[in-house]
């Protein structure tokens, strides 16, 4: 309660203050009549400012109806304009011909010129985060950032996304980028989750759980060269989030945002409707046998009186939408509410977002609170605190899971014939409290999402506490502490009946991560001449994180109807330990810039660990960048360039491992043999001489705007090379283990990236802004070790399919069975007349996409923008398990085919004389589908799609249809997400899907849960 007060009080005050001022709005527009977004506006000899919005209007209180306003803008003359009692305040700048000097936040929340950059950063603003909402701020950035690759997690609401940038550099370890928020970095546990092709379930984590309405940029530090100082974590580089802080030098600002949207599937499998449940042609008479032949490969569908699954006798008729009638339109609402203001020397912010978000799977759902508190303030002249904490709750209920045993294995096969809604009754307790369903398996969706239980509960806090002190005008320093720590909680239950633990089981478990992170940094910037300027940064961190977790299983329910640990008969208990990991961490970096127009950049970081021995543990890793504008020296007047600019770049980056992995450790088991104390050692053996991993990049670009800034590109090559990869080498039994832990190998990723665009059109009142961006990257695992040639990260149910990285190849290569044939190429099929798959496995293709694109065009009149984003995926291949069981089960369009007459394969059969002789049998469409849904070459599909990625058509009404009211300025906006494919080149799947986000679950979809198409309102409204 007291807390309550406090709040109250400071809004109050807020309140007064704003009371006692007065307010000015406006229009900034260029010399063609267009408003200018973004542009600043600042009370002279005050820090009170804003900005300018979308259509170029503002609005700003002040403390003096004297006061003088400067208006500034990149590329555009600064202009000063003295109020003299004016309420309303319109200009007009003019272009200026300057390079580029805009400025952008890079390693340790340091902010630099672009231009001063010799390495390629890609900065994402608050409003293409905030407006088409995601619980996943990540997935913003999809088709947005050359180079980088985002999978987005098909698992629902509360998933995450995996983010790749400039390609897989590890084989075993992560390849995801360090998530740092305001400086700290935070725990990414969940970050890789999922990839079983049996049952997976994508969990979030790290990112997914930071409030997209609170972030004002994300920066992505692409590679070592932009992360150097990030130390050995930032390999893959660097997803740097800046928050939103408070205004200063006005009243109370009240923001309220409400964002509502429905998702529907954006795509279903194609099905057919003329053949119903079945097997061979008929319809079996019995329930028992029916059941056995769950799949569509009965008689035509003719409205006769056949059995039905229930063991009633039905209508034999097609249900069209059975698949589709499962799914719902599901609503996501997220509402917020953010209060903020300050005075001369200080500021704050409250900010609070509800989000209640439906999974298009029926009760499943996740509702969330976030509640982050922002303080910022000048103690003296010299000394400033900067103070922030966050409060973030989720219930995750009944998230779905994906794989041969998840949700849609028993939806997207159903029988032509099955009415959906008559599963919906999934028990009759009075009769049995086995599941009842189509399928002699008993598997029932209704009943894992209504009468099982997963419940997901996850508590963070985030915070942080800067103190920087400004000793001079070039020397200055701050120190800062910020922690992280979640809570999760997990209750899944499996009711007594469940068509694989008729027993019933349970499982809780509670786990807890942290990470805190305490650093320094010594600040240097100073004119040594009129023509030259260093500036060096000099600091240290130390990094501790831990985790622990302890979980019960239990089975077989003494009372069926009661979920306890202490109605089980059978109970295992398991408990993680704590585990530490700490690095201490010392680091420099040195700029030199002459003239303004050649930079120079060097840095260097030594990193000690707990996790490698002593004679590891310490590692050392420099960088040097170094930028020439080109611009100074054959265009000094602009007259074509306004920015040339050649960069380079190298870098040289270590990575540690896990904790525990140098030693070997032993396991105590709780019920050893014959009651006698048992203990075991883990398969693999560990290694005291481990080594970090190395990753060295090498960085070459070129960036030119041109045309008084109407016309911009950036273009970057880079080569990546892994080596000293961490890594368990597969051993032989006689050693006593299954494998040792090693440094070995060598991987590397070379490619290109470039981003073009411009303002092609702007006049009376209209603007046409586009963007585009292209990537390409070439993987290659160039060596492993002697006598070992792959790695396989996951294989198909039925082995029919491996996922690995091969020498000579890549990270994610298919390897698969194909058509059988003979040493003539011919077709060989059994002595049935069925085609057979091959006994070994070849290439089938590599699941790293050949290049991405996006293409993003804004086209604003007056207060109307439009802007859309066009998303392409290029190339990669992957392998649809689903695809294949659609096949199998003969319910997709194309198993119609040789329903009437069987098909006679082309082929030859094996005779006992080891010869071969034409095949004479022709067999039935179940046969020849069912065998081809074995032979993974079939089922490998080319990833090539090109889509509606993003949609936002926004309106920002007039300021004289508000007047002089309370409310300062409302924004209406249509958006949409994953609105349509304009081309894709595999049916009835989603070819970015994926199974997890770790490297397991990458290049196979299994029965994944669907893209959800959203279409919804935002509405903004500023008092």
Same mark, same amino acid.
């Given at each position: 309660?007291?807390?309550?007060?406090?709040?109250?009080?400071?809004?109050?005050?807020?309140?007064?203050?704003?009371?006692?001022?007065?307010?000015?709005?406006?229009?900034?527009?260029?010399?063609?009549?267009?408003?200018?977004?973004?542009?600043?506006?600042?009370?002279?000899?005050?820090?009170?400012?804003?900005?300018?919005?979308?259509?170029?209007?503002?609005?700003?209180?002040?403390?003096?109806?004297?006061?003088?306003?400067?208006?500034?803008?990149?590329?555009?003359?600064?202009?000063?304009?003295?109020?003299?009692?004016?309420?309303?305040?319109?200009?007009?700048?003019?272009?200026?011909?300057?390079?580029?000097?805009?400025?952008?936040?890079?390693?340790?929340?340091?902010?630099?010129?672009?231009?001063?950059?010799?390495?390629?950063?890609?900065?994402?603003?608050?409003?293409?985060?905030?407006?088409?909402?995601?619980?996943?701020?990540?997935?913003?950035?999809?088709?947005?950032?050359?180079?980088?690759?985002?999978?987005?997690?098909?698992?629902?609401?509360?998933?995450?996304?995996?983010?790749?940038?400039?390609?897989?550099?590890?084989?075993?370890?992560?390849?995801?980028?360090?998530?740092?928020?305001?400086?700290?970095?935070?725990?990414?546990?969940?970050?890789?989750?999922?990839?079983?092709?049996?049952?997976?379930?994508?969990?979030?984590?790290?990112?997914?759980?930071?409030?997209?309405?609170?972030?004002?940029?994300?920066?992505?530090?692409?590679?070592?060269?932009?992360?150097?100082?990030?130390?050995?974590?930032?390999?893959?580089?660097?997803?740097?989030?800046?928050?939103?802080?408070?205004?200063?030098?006005?009243?109370?600002?009240?923001?309220?945002?409400?964002?509502?949207?429905?998702?529907?599937?954006?795509?279903?499998?194609?099905?057919?409707?003329?053949?119903?449940?079945?097997?061979?042609?008929?319809?079996?008479?019995?329930?028992?046998?029916?059941?056995?032949?769950?799949?569509?490969?009965?008689?035509?569908?003719?409205?006769?009186?056949?059995?039905?699954?229930?063991?009633?006798?039905?209508?034999?008729?097609?249900?069209?939408?059975?698949?589709?009638?499962?799914?719902?339109?599901?609503?996501?609402?997220?509402?917020?509410?953010?209060?903020?203001?300050?005075?001369?020397?200080?500021?704050?912010?409250?900010?609070?977002?509800?989000?209640?978000?439906?999974?298009?799977?029926?009760?499943?759902?996740?509702?969330?609170?976030?509640?982050?508190?922002?303080?910022?303030?000048?103690?003296?002249?010299?000394?400033?605190?900067?103070?922030?904490?966050?409060?973030?709750?989720?219930?995750?209920?009944?998230?779905?899971?994906?794989?041969?045993?998840?949700?849609?294995?028993?939806?997207?096969?159903?029988?032509?014939?099955?009415?959906?809604?008559?599963?919906?009754?999934?028990?009759?307790?009075?009769?049995?409290?086995?599941?009842?369903?189509?399928?002699?398996?008993?598997?029932?969706?209704?009943?894992?999402?209504?009468?099982?239980?997963?419940?997901?509960?996850?508590?963070?806090?985030?915070?942080?506490?800067?103190?920087?002190?400004?000793?001079?005008?070039?020397?200055?320093?701050?120190?800062?502490?910020?922690? $992280?720590?979640?809570?999760?909680?997990?209750? *899944?239950? @499996?009711?007594? =009946?469940? &068509?694989? #633990?008729? %027993? /019933?089981?349970?499982?809780?478990?509670?786990?807890?991560?942290?990470?805190?992170?305490?650093?320094?940094?010594?600040?240097?910037?100073? $004119?040594?001449?009129?023509?030259?300027?260093? *500036?060096? @940064?000099?600091? =240290?961190? &130390?990094? #501790?994180? %831990? /985790?622990?977790?302890?979980?019960?299983?239990?089975?077989?329910?003494?009372?069926?109807?009661?979920?306890?640990?202490?109605?089980?008969?059978?109970?295992?208990?398991?408990?993680?330990?704590?585990?530490?990991?700490?690095?201490?961490?010392? #680091?420099?970096?040195?700029?030199?810039?002459?003239?303004?127009?050649?930079?120079?950049?060097?840095?260097?970081?030594?990193?000690?660990?707990?996790?490698?021995?002593?004679?590891?543990?310490?590692?050392?890793?420099?960088?040097?960048?170094?930028?020439?504008?080109?611009?100074?020296?054959?265009?000094?007047?602009?007259?074509?360039?306004?920015?040339?600019?050649?960069?380079?770049?190298?870098?040289?980056?270590?990575?540690?491992?896990?904790?525990?992995?140098?030693?070997?450790?032993?396991?105590?088991?709780?019920?050893?043999?014959?009651?006698?104390?048992?203990?075991?050692?883990?398969?693999?053996?560990?290694?005291?001489?481990?080594?970090?991993?190395?990753?060295?990049?090498?960085?070459?670009?070129?960036?030119?705007?041109?045309?008084?800034?109407?016309?911009?590109?950036?273009?970057?090559?880079?080569?990546?090379?892994?080596?000293?990869?961490?890594?368990?080498?597969?051993?032989?039994?006689?050693?006593?283990?299954?494998?040792?832990?090693?440094?070995?190998?060598?991987?590397?990723?070379?490619?290109?990236?470039?981003?073009?665009?411009?303002?092609?059109?702007?006049?009376?009142?209209?603007?046409?802004?586009?963007?585009?961006?292209?990537?390409?990257?070439?993987?290659?695992?160039?060596?492993?070790?002697?006598?070992?040639?792959?790695?396989?990260?996951?294989?198909?149910?039925?082995?029919?399919?491996?996922?690995?990285?091969?020498?000579?190849?890549?990270?994610?290569?298919?390897?698969?069975?194909?058509?059988?044939?003979?040493?003539?190429?011919?077709?060989?099929?059994?002595?049935?007349?069925?085609?057979?798959?091959?006994?070994?496995?070849?290439?089938?293709?590599?699941?790293?996409?050949?290049?991405?694109?996006?293409?993003?065009?804004?086209?604003?009149?007056?207060?109307?923008?439009?802007?859309?984003?066009?998303?392409?995926?290029?190339?990669?291949?992957?392998?649809?398990?689903?695809?294949?069981?659609?096949?199998?089960?003969?319910?997709?369009?194309?198993?119609?085919?040789?329903?009437?007459?069987?098909?006679?394969?082309?082929?030859?059969?094996?005779?006992?004389?080891?010869?071969?002789?034409?095949?004479?049998?022709?067999?039935?469409?179940?046969?020849?589908?069912?065998?081809?849904?074995?032979?993974?070459?079939?089922?490998?599909?080319?990833?090539?799609?090109?889509?509606?990625?993003?949609?936002?058509?926004?309106?920002?009404?007039?300021?004289?249809?508000?007047?002089?009211?309370?409310?300062?300025?409302?924004?209406?906006?249509?958006?949409?997400?994953?609105?349509?494919?304009?081309?894709?080149?595999?049916?009835?799947?989603?070819?970015?899907?994926?199974?997890?986000?770790?490297?397991?679950?990458?290049?196979?979809?299994?029965?994944?849960?669907?893209?959800?198409?959203?279409?919804?309102?935002?509405?903004?409204?500023?008092?």
């Amino acid at each position: 309660m007291r807390k309550v007060f406090l709040l109250l009080a400071v809004c109050i005050a807020f309140a007064a203050s704003g009371y006692a001022q007065q307010t000015v709005t406006g229009t900034v527009l260029d010399v063609e009549g267009i408003g200018i977004p973004g542009v600043s506006i600042v009370e002279k000899g005050t820090s009170n400012g804003t900005i300018t919005n979308v259509d170029g209007t503002y609005t700003l209180r002040i403390s003096s109806s004297d006061a003088v306003l400067i208006f500034s803008f990149v590329g555009m003359k600064t202009m000063e304009e003295s109020l003299n009692g004016r309420s309303t305040v319109d200009v007009i700048l003019e272009t200026e011909q300057i390079g580029l000097d805009e400025v952008v936040v890079t390693a340790l929340g340091i902010s630099k010129e672009k231009k001063a950059l010799g390495y390629a950063v890609t900065e994402v603003g608050s409003d293409e985060i905030s407006l088409v909402k995601d619980h996943n701020p990540v997935n913003s950035l999809a088709g947005k950032v050359a180079g980088v690759v985002i999978t987005q997690g098909t698992g629902g609401p509360g998933s995450g996304s995996r983010v790749i940038i400039r390609g897989n550099n590890s084989i075993s370890g992560n390849n995801q980028p360090l998530i740092v928020v305001d400086g700290i970095p935070i725990d990414d546990s969940g970050a890789n989750s999922g990839g079983s092709v049996y049952n997976s379930r994508i969990s979030g984590g790290g990112i997914t759980d930071i409030n997209p309405d609170d972030i004002e940029s994300i920066s992505v530090l692409k590679g070592p060269n932009a992360a150097a100082l990030y130390g050995s974590r930032a390999g893959n580089g660097v997803l740097l989030i800046t928050t939103k802080k408070g205004s200063r030098g006005r009243g109370l600002g009240i923001t309220v945002n409400s964002n509502i949207t429905f998702d529907t599937p954006m795509v279903l499998p194609d099905y057919q409707n003329e053949y119903g449940q079945g097997s061979q042609g008929n319809v079996p008479g019995n329930v028992t046998d029916l059941k056995s032949s769950s799949g569509s490969w009965g008689a035509k569908l003719d409205g006769s009186q056949q059995m039905y699954y229930t063991g009633q006798e039905r209508p034999y008729v097609a249900y069209p939408d059975n698949v589709s009638d499962f799914f719902r339109t599901a609503g996501k609402y997220v509402n917020s509410i953010a209060l903020d203001g300050g005075g001369e020397n200080y500021s704050l912010r409250f900010s609070y977002t509800n989000n209640f978000t439906e999974a298009m799977l029926p009760n499943s759902d996740l509702t969330s609170h976030n509640f982050s508190l922002r303080g910022v303030a000048d103690l003296s002249d010299k000394l400033s605190i900067d103070a922030k904490t966050t409060y973030f709750t989720q219930e995750l209920n009944n998230q779905g899971t994906q794989g041969s045993e998840g949700i849609l294995a028993y939806v997207l096969t159903m029988p032509r014939s099955v009415d959906v809604n008559d599963l919906k009754t999934y028990q009759i307790p009075e009769e049995s409290l086995n599941s009842i369903s189509y399928s002699a398996l008993g598997a029932n969706p209704y009943w894992i999402l209504y009468h099982d239980v997963y419940l997901n509960t996850r508590e963070r806090f985030l915070g942080f506490s800067k103190v920087t002190y400004e000793f001079t005008d070039w020397l200055s320093a701050f120190a800062r502490v910020g922690t $992280d720590v979640s809570f999760i909680k997990t209750e *899944s239950v @499996n009711q007594p =009946g469940h &068509h694989f #633990y008729s %027993s /019933g089981r349970l499982t809780f478990s509670n786990s807890r991560y942290s990470e805190t992170n305490a650093d320094f940094l010594i600040m240097i910037d100073k $004119d040594i001449t009129e023509d030259f300027n260093i *500036s060096a @940064n000099i600091g =240290g961190n &130390h990094s #501790y994180r %831990s /985790g622990e977790g302890m979980s019960i299983y239990g089975e077989n329910f003494k009372i069926p109807t009661r979920a306890t640990v202490a109605n089980t008969i059978t109970q295992i208990p398991s408990y993680s330990p704590l585990s530490k990991h700490i690095i201490n961490s010392l #680091y420099a970096q040195l700029s030199f810039a002459y003239r303004n127009f050649l930079y120079l950049d060097v840095t260097g970081r030594n990193d000690w660990s707990s996790t490698l021995a002593e004679g590891n543990r310490s590692y050392f890793y420099p960088s040097v960048t170094g930028s020439f504008l080109v611009n100074q020296l054959i265009d000094p007047d602009a007259l074509t360039f306004n920015l040339l600019k050649v960069r380079a770049g190298w870098a040289n980056v270590g990575n540690d491992t896990g904790p525990y992995q140098l030693y070997p450790y032993y396991n105590l088991a709780s019920d050893g043999y014959l009651g006698l104390t048992q203990l075991s050692r883990p398969s693999v053996k560990f290694n005291p001489d481990l080594k970090p991993e190395n990753i060295a990049s090498l960085e070459l670009g070129l960036e030119a705007s041109m045309f008084d800034n109407r016309l911009f590109f950036d273009f970057s090559w880079y080569n990546i090379t892994t080596t000293d990869q961490i890594f368990d080498v597969p051993v032989p039994a006689s050693t006593g283990y299954s494998t040792f832990r090693e440094n070995i190998g060598e991987m590397s990723n070379k490619g290109v990236e470039l981003l073009l665009g411009g303002i092609p059109v702007t006049r009376n009142g209209f603007s046409w802004q586009v963007s585009a961006n292209f990537s390409k990257n070439e993987n290659k695992l160039v060596e492993l070790t002697e006598d070992l040639d792959s790695h396989v990260f996951n294989s198909t149910n039925s082995g029919n399919l491996n996922l690995q990285a091969t020498v000579g190849g890549g990270y994610g290569d298919l390897y698969g069975t194909t058509w059988r044939t003979n040493d003539a190429g011919q077709i060989v099929v059994d002595a049935n007349g069925r085609p057979q798959a091959s006994t070994e496995k070849v290439y089938l293709g590599n699941s790293q996409p050949d290049w991405i694109a996006g293409l993003t065009n804004t086209f604003t009149y007056k207060n109307v923008s439009l802007r859309f984003l066009i998303d392409a995926r290029i190339g990669g291949q992957i392998f649809s398990q689903t695809n294949a069981a659609l096949m199998g089960a003969g319910v997709s369009e194309e198993t119609l085919a040789y329903r009437e007459d069987g098909i006679l394969v082309d082929g030859v059969v094996l005779q006992e004389d080891e010869t071969y002789a034409p095949n004479t049998t022709t067999i039935s469409a179940q046969d020849y589908w069912g065998a081809i849904s074995g032979i993974a070459s079939e089922h490998v599909f080319d990833q090539t799609n090109i889509r509606m990625r993003e949609f936002v058509l926004s309106y920002k009404l007039p300021s004289s249809l508000l007047g002089n009211s309370f409310i300062k300025s409302v924004d209406l906006g249509l958006v949409g997400r994953n609105l349509f494919f304009i081309y894709k080149e595999i049916d009835h799947v989603d070819p970015e899907a994926s199974l997890g986000t770790g490297n397991n679950g990458q290049g196979i979809l299994s029965y994944n849960l669907p893209t959800a198409r959203s279409l919804g309102f935002n509405i903004n409204v500023k008092f």
